[in-house]
């Protein structure tokens, strides 16, 4: 692995925070209304769905605001501290998108037996 420096790992990072607030965005503006509109309609299914779309931006936006501040907090590191951090960084983004996994996998077998 090629060696990474802090200057690289928070430019990462940056990147991804930016990307989740930006999914964070999108999931609270589209979900609130999409909530009322389905609470309107009657349709509990198109509610809830919204709901959750809300509530998922929220946490993302919670995520993003932890790790904004975490990144402030620790300072610069050195390159075996930044190498470590990022190991630990891909470590969570593999964990992450194997749940992701999980999740769609999970709303399928629901869906099957509904």
């Known amino acids: 692995m090629e060696s990474m420096s802090n200057h690289q790992l928070v430019r990462v990072e940056k990147t991804l925070t930016t990307a ?12 609130m209304p999409l909530a009322l509109i389905g609470r309107k309609m009657g349709s509990t299914l198109v509610s809830e769905f919204g709901r ?5 931006g929220a946490v ?10 975490t990144r402030r907090k620790r300072g610069v590191l050195s390159g ?7 190991r630990k960084l891909r470590n969570l983004l593999v964990i992450n998108a194997l749940a992701d996994v999980g999740y769609i996998a999970g709303g ?4 099957a037996r509904s």
């Open 52 to 56: 959750q779309n809300a509530l998922w």
């Open 80 to 86: 075996v501290q930044a190498e470590r951090e990022i």
């Open 20 to 31: 989740l607030v930006a999914w964070s965005v999108a999931s609270i503006s589209l979900g």
């Open 60 to 69: 993302d936006a919670a995520i993003a605001g932890v790790g904004s501040m």
């Open 108 to 111: 399928i077998a629901i869906a």
